[in-house]
């Protein structure tokens, strides 16, 4: 006969709180994603410079601005088409 009282807790140790220690790996991870993902948009803003198409919206094809190309010098779109929904 066992003279088990109550059920045994499966975890020894207290359980890691998710976030609490954070892994820096995978944080690093995310800012290399980041990274790349600004390489190839500086890399296609740089093809578009030397076609001649650079400043011009993907979608209409008018002129993007200086404004908005001054904050945001890779975008493909003009203010209107970047901010369209589902387009
Ligand atoms: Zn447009």
Redesign the pocket.
Known sequence: MDDQTGPAPLQTGPAPSPGAAGSSAEHDQALLAQVRADLDAVDAALARLEEGTYGR?A??G?PIGDERLAVEPTTL??A??AAGPGL
Request: charged share 10%; glycine share 0%.
């Open positions: 919206c979608t209409c008018e779109h003009c209107q088409h």
